[in-house]
């Protein structure tokens, strides 16, 4: 069949969905997207998945993708990161069977993704996007769609668009963010941007940002005109989509019992249960420590029943006309948006000067310059009272050539100046060795040589020997014919 493309694939494909959940690292695994479409959504988005990794892993494709197969989770997109077009193709290529379209991240804006030069942080390059879903749109089968950010300025924002939907792109997620606006300092998201980017294209276009209920949902709809709306704020209630705020432990149970029949890592799961029971858990911080600490399933399930105990408790004590505490809009037992402190109420909640630097440095990955425990992170900290000797400091870490090829550090004794993956494929090539990789590609060869000549001068003597006998056979038989003769000639 044909590929399908623009609003044809948007209204036959993904079946005209409006209500869709965005891509989540380590939280929009299958359990999860398989809760989300029982309660509303009608389209989800597998976590990224790196390019690279997928492309060399089978173990990584089998489990973020290929042991994640189920008919129930469709339609379904599927998310990479990259930064060069044949990897991004060769990947895709794998994917394609397992899903109904593949997407191509430029919304990222982690630290992580700045490092491996992906995400948002490709925004600036045109030309290697265009070439990127030039290449992805002729080789694939199923279409290839775009999750971007959006740049400060509208005008720019809507050339980009334009851009990707020329090279190819067939559907469109706009975060009204800048790659800038993140963590405490991530501020509204802009659906002015992603309006015009709506008027400027022909294809369907998703909005992100801004959406904590539904009635938010349809307010984005019907200001902007896109085509559906996505969000991650199903974390916090999974109903979100249907326009409802359940209690929280009816959500967490059915999520665990979808866990229990399609496994996932611990951590997902621990994660979900933290977001779950947010609002709960800042009452009940002993068990927030338990779901911490927890090392098995069965674990969280029994801290999660607990939980419930403790809410079930607090409502039959609850004294009639009792409002909700803390500013929340329903009690901690019940479904509901978090909001993320801004920068100033995030400085008053830590007794803090009111600046912004002081907030990011209590964050930060970014910012920390030495081994401060201060400035460390919450799971660095936590590394450092299990390892009292243990430096962050970066001007400690040991410093790695880098690989001429790829970036990664090189072998020390690498002939060619590489890490052992790019060596391995160049001493292949050009039939070479490098001691240094234990990789010994021209000696074999020769050994294979000497081998096989060798052997064609054990076969020459033993052909020569036949040879000779075959020879000797012959003149006796013409002996004793000549002799026969002389017998018969004298009789």
């Known amino acids: ?8 694939f948007w209204r036959e494909t993904l079946r005209s969905a409006h209500y869709v959940v965005a891509p989540m690292v380590d939280q929009s695994e299958l359990a999860w997207r ?17 390019a690279q990794v997928f492309l060399r892993d089978a173990n990584y494709r089998r489990e973020n993708l290929y042991g994640e197969a189920c008919p129930e989770d469709r339609p379904l997109i599927v998310q990479f990161c990259a930064n060069d077009p044949e990897v991004f193709v060769q990947a895709a290529l794998l994917a394609q069977d397992y899903c109904d379209a593949i997407d191509l991240n430029l919304g990222c804006p982690q630290m992580i993704a700045k490092r491996g030069h992906y995400g948002a942080f490709l925004q600036e390059e045109w030309d290697l996007l265009q070439r990127m879903i030039l290449l992805a749109n002729e080789k694939l089968s199923v279409p290839i769609t775009c999750k971007i950010r959006v740049f400060p300025d509208i005008d720019k924002t809507v050339k980009y668009a334009q851009m990707l939907e020329k090279a190819g792109c067939q559907l469109l997620a706009v ?10 300092l991530a501020g509204v998201a802009s659906w002015e941007h992603i309006q015009a980017v709506r008027k400027a294209v022909n294809i369907p276009v998703f909005a992100n940002g801004n959406i904590q209920c539904l009635s938010d949902v349809e307010e984005c709809i019907r200001k902007t005109g896109v085509h559906g709306v996505m969000s991650a704020g199903n974390l916090h209630n999974p109903a ?10 009816e959500m967490a149970e059915e ?3 979808i866990v229990r029949k399609y496994p ?3 951590s997902y799961v621990r994660a979900h249960l933290f977001k779950l029971w947010h609002h709960t858990l800042q009452v009940y911080q002993q068990l927030r420590e338990e779901l911490a600490k927890v090392k098995t399933l069965e674990g969280i399930i029994d801290v999660n029943r607990e939980l419930k105990l403790r809410c079930q408790e607090e409502i039959a004590n609850q004294k009639e006309g009792e409002k909700p505490k803390e500013g929340l809009p329903f009690f901690h037992w019940i479904c509901q948006p978090y909001v993320r402190p801004g920068p100033k109420e995030r400085c008053r909640e830590n007794g803090d000067s009111g600046t912004e630097k002081g907030v990011r440095a209590k964050r930060a990955l970014e910012e920390e310059e030495d081994g401060n425990s201060e400035l460390l992170s919450k799971n660095k900290q936590k590394k450092k009272l299990r390892n009292p000797n243990k430096s962050f400091d970066p001007s400690l870490k040991p410093k790695y050539a880098k690989c001429d090829q790829c970036g990664n550090p090189k072998g020390n004794k690498c002939v060619f100046n590489m890490c052992r993956g790019c060596c391995k494929k160049r001493a292949f090539k050009e039939v070479a060795d490098c001691p240094g990789h234990g990789l010994l590609f021209k000696t074999k060869y020769e050994k294979s040589l000497s081998w096989q000549h060798s052997q064609r001068g054990i076969q020459t003597p033993e052909i020569s020997q036949r040879g000779d006998a075959e020879v000797g056979e012959t003149a006796m038989l013409k002996e004793a014919g000549d002799t026969t003769g002389l017998v018969f000639a004298s009789t």
Not at 34 to 39: A, D, E, Q, T, V
């Open 1 to 8: 069949m044909p590929k399908l493309r623009g609003e044809a």
């Open 34 to 50: 398989l809760l989300s479409r029982r309660h509303g959504a009608q389209l989800c988005y597998t976590p990224m998945l790196h």
């Open 175 to 184: 975060h009204g963010r800048t790659k800038e606006q993140k963590g405490p």
């Open 240 to 249: 979100l989509f249907e326009g409802r705020n359940p209690l929280v432990w």
């Open 255 to 257: 999520y665990l019992e």
């Open 264 to 266: 996932c890592p611990l």
